[in-house]
């Protein structure tokens, strides 16, 4: 039987090559010149940056052997992969996913490779008919609301660094399994392994068609411009959907992977009574950096080695008040991008495709908000913050769906930039130059400068003053929570929050890992 040994901590100078790994295990511990090794993990020490290492970590691929080496150390005696938990039990009537972002995708998936049969409704549209709305957006800032940055296949998450990274634990193989489809659908093979890994938008277009096509394939179905406008429920317990066509879909499982910006979706929950809270999230601006700059910052001198990743960095300080100020969803080598999704307002992300070559490091600076903060009854007074500061944006850039630009040290001095730096904006869309102190609330402003005071003494220059900063960046997470059990289902019966929109994942893999969940818990439900 074949199973594999693990080795770890094999540190190899930065001028390597991969086949001086192999070799290297391979004489150490006495292997045959045939013997399969399969990288687990790369990732980069830089504490010397005289003296920069890259760490593996490898599995040796074989029978257990009596090998006095490799006898000390943990054989695993055969290779695991992900099988859903059973016992499975397939709906008599196909479940409804709501939403194609990472969470609906892979509940799809799932669901379909058990002979399910879903059926997928996308608000947006097809990845193809999106790249040409959002570029539109981009080069004349007319905006789709059905199709943009934040709706349409592969949901927000398309349209960001891809990153992949994520602090769950699961001992049951589903990000195993996830990795497998993403590569298997067209992402790079070191996904598997790098540390922090990403995908890259430019890559992420093709993979989250290929995902669909795999579903369609297995049984599935795939419908665009398909907006959910009603859940049909009776007596506690969901028997359907009603589109945005009038059609009405009889089902016993709904999940719902609405994403975190699908307010119109979430004021009809209301309307529905399904069981919701509010919940902190975090606004803040985007800051832009030459990635020349950082990359020396992290590595030293030898940046531009082809064996080092491209530098990136993640920030937290605590102000005076007690407020978190923390970086977040840092895209080295980037774009900032025009993110709107209704009229009269604009908000702001961060993307970089894979090579992520772009001449500046892009990252959120954001800071806490508390449902305090944003006060009131309505469960939806988180989304009414954010629209307030979303429109300020909008109404201080010029009305005219500019993103409103600034350089930092006019934002600490309060007044608006006239002309840029050295660091010019790299933004996906149009901006304006303005005042961003307008478009936060006053305790968000005074935690930033704050904030970005203290991470320059962290990363030297990181508070020069020709930095760029770009606003508002409000959709860093759901402002909402769609109640749920521990089998992942609402007080109304066959009901399924799922992902980041019901508030129970923060980015690409915790997303995919919580519809994954989802799947399994309808396979073993007893409707």
């Known amino acids: 039987m074949m199973g594999y040994y693990r080795i770890e901590q094999i540190k190899m100078p930065l001028d390597h090559k991969v086949d001086d790994l192999y070799k290297l295990v391979k004489t150490i511990y006495g292997l045959e010149p045939n013997t399969e090794i399969r990288i687990i993990k790369k990732s980069v020490d830089a504490r010397k940056k005289e003296a920069i290492k890259i760490v593996y970590s490898v599995d040796v691929l074989m029978a257990a052997s009596s090998n006095k080496k490799l006898s000390k150390l943990t054989y695993q005696e055969e290779i695991p992969s992900y099988e859903p938990k059973g016992p499975i039990k397939i709906p008599e009537k196909r479940p409804v996913v709501i939403g194609a972002g990472p969470a609906g995708l892979f509940a799809a998936l799932i669901l379909a490779e058990q002979g399910a049969k879903p059926i997928l409704l996308e608000r947006g549209r097809a990845v193809d008919e999106r790249i040409k709305d959002v570029e539109t957006y981009f080069k004349t800032g007319k905006l789709d609301v059905e199709s943009n940055i934040q709706f349409g296949e592969g949901g927000a998450g398309t349209y960001s660094d891809g990153k992949i990274n994520t602090g769950v634990k699961d001992k049951f193989y589903r990000m195993d399994k996830i990795l497998d489809t993403f590569i298997e659908a067209g992402a790079p093979e070191e996904i598997r392994y790098v540390n922090k890994p990403h995908i890259g938008t430019d890559y992420l277009i093709k993979v989250v068609e290929n995902i669909r096509l795999k579903i369609i394939a297995l049984g599935g179905e795939v419908h665009f411009s398909r907006k959910m406008t009603e859940l049909v429920i009776e007596n506690g317990a969901v028997i359907g959907v009603r589109d945005q066509l009038g059609n009405l879909i009889a089902t016993n499982h709904v999940v719902l992977a609405i994403g975190h910006s699908a307010r119109d979706t979430f004021q009809r929950l209301i309307i529905d009574k399904i069981?919701?809270?509010?919940?902190?999230?975090?606004?803040?601006?985007?800051?832009?950096?030459?990635?020349?700059?950082?990359?020396?910052?992290?590595?030293?001198?030898?940046?531009?080695?082809?064996?080092?990743?491209?530098?990136?960095?993640?920030?937290?300080?605590?102000?005076?008040?007690?407020?978190?100020?923390?970086?977040?969803?840092?895209?080295?080598?980037?774009?900032?991008?025009?993110?709107?999704?209704?009229?009269?307002?604009?908000?702001?992300?961060?993307?970089?495709?894979?090579?992520?070559?772009?001449?500046?490091?892009?990252?959120?600076?954001?800071?806490?908000?508390?449902?305090?903060?944003?006060?009131?009854?309505?469960?939806?007074?988180?989304?009414?913050?954010?629209?307030?500061?979303?429109?300020?944006?909008?109404?201080?850039?010029?009305?005219?769906?500019?993103?409103?630009?600034?350089?930092?040290?006019?934002?600490?001095?309060?007044?608006?930039?006239?002309?840029?730096?050295?660091?010019?904006?790299?933004?996906?869309?149009?901006?304006?130059?303005?005042?961003?102190?307008?478009?936060?609330?006053?305790?968000?402003?005074?935690?930033?400068?704050?904030?970005?005071?203290?991470?320059?003494?962290?990363?030297?220059?990181?508070?020069?003053?020709?930095?760029?900063?770009?606003?508002?960046?409000?959709?860093?997470?759901?402002?909402?929570?769609?109640?749920?059990?521990?089998?992942?289902?609402?007080?109304?019966?066959?009901?399924?929050p799922c992902g980041e929109g019901a508030g129970y994942a923060g980015g690409i893999m915790s997303a995919a890992l919580d519809g994954m969940k989802v799947a399994e818990s309808i396979l073993n439900d007893k409707i």
């Open 275 to 496: 069981p919701m809270e509010k919940k902190a999230f975090a606004i803040g601006l985007r800051i832009e950096h030459p990635q020349e700059m950082i990359s020396k910052k992290q590595y030293g001198l030898g940046y531009h080695h082809p064996n080092l990743p491209v530098a990136d960095y993640k920030l937290t300080y605590r102000t005076g008040e007690g407020r978190a100020v923390y970086t977040f969803c840092m895209c080295p080598g980037g774009f900032v991008v025009n993110s709107a999704s209704e009229i009269g307002h604009v908000v702001c992300n961060g993307m970089s495709n894979f090579k992520r070559d772009e001449i500046n490091a892009n990252s959120a600076l954001l800071v806490n908000v508390l449902p305090e903060d944003f006060g009131g009854n309505d469960l939806l007074a988180g989304v009414h913050f954010q629209r307030k500061w979303e429109k300020k944006a909008f109404e201080i850039a010029g009305s005219n769906y500019s993103l409103p630009v600034q350089k930092l040290d006019d934002f600490i001095n309060n007044r608006i930039t006239t002309a840029f730096g050295a660091v010019k904006p790299n933004i996906k869309g149009q901006y304006t130059m303005a005042d961003l102190n307008q478009a936060l609330p006053d305790f968000v402003a005074e935690a930033l400068k704050e904030g970005i005071q203290a991470f320059g003494k962290k990363i030297k220059d990181f508070d020069r003053k020709d930095a760029v900063l770009t606003g508002v960046e409000t959709r860093t997470s759901s402002p909402i929570r769609i109640l749920r059990d521990e089998a992942y289902m609402s007080s109304v019966k066959g009901l399924y």
